[in-house]
């Protein structure tokens, strides 16, 4: 019997085939899909900043692509899944809001949280598959265990599979 998990805004879950995982309303932040295809254990975290180092609430580790990596890969380890057989696939990072031309990287914090998560997803050496990033819209995810499959629902840009 195939159970769907939400995964809200800086939140993280794992499952085993079959369940499905899902987040909602991905605009700046970044859904991160780690699978195992040997162990069918898939795990989703969806960021919403780039770096737990700069912001002093930072205890909810889920929030941030540099700690919520780290920990969605060591709860996944600790589910079965082998570290050296971890793929990603990544979906959101859009910038919501135009700044004009003298907004500062700053306020991009989209395009800074796709950066830090290619970054983080290389130290560690976990191949990103595919990916669905930037644009100026928002993005709904369903990351299925059975096959890895990850669907992005868009308004006004359709529907596919990465």
């Known amino acids: 019997m195939q159970k769907v998990i939400k995964v809200g805004m800086a939140d ?3 499952v085993s085939e079959p369940d499905v995982l899902t987040t909602l309303g991905l605009g700046s932040c970044v859904g ?3 699978y195992d295809k040997v162990t069918k254990i898939a795990g989703l975290a969806h960021i919403m900043l780039p770096d737990s180092s700069q912001i002093k609430n930072n205890q909810n580790l889920a929030k941030f692509a540099d700690t919520a990596i780290n920990l969605l890969v060591s709860e ?4 079965g899944a082998g570290p050296g057989r971890l793929t990603a696939k990544i979906s959101g990072g859009s910038q919501m809001f135009s700044f004009g031309s003298n907004g500062s990287d700053l306020m991009k914090i ?3 949280n796709v950066v830090a998560t ?3 997803l290389s130290k560690l050496r976990i191949p990103i598959l595919s ?3 930037g644009g100026n819209y928002g993005r709904t995810i369903e990351f299925y265990s059975e096959n890895g499959n990850l669907l992005v629902k868009t308004i006004g840009h359709g529907v596919k599979i990465i």
């Open 32 to 34: 991160i899909a780690l």
């Open 118 to 120: 290619k970054e983080i």
């Open 131 to 133: 990916e669905d990033t």
């Open 76 to 79: 996944m380890i600790q589910k």
């Open 110 to 112: 989209g395009y800074r």
């Open 12 to 14: 993280l879950k794992i």
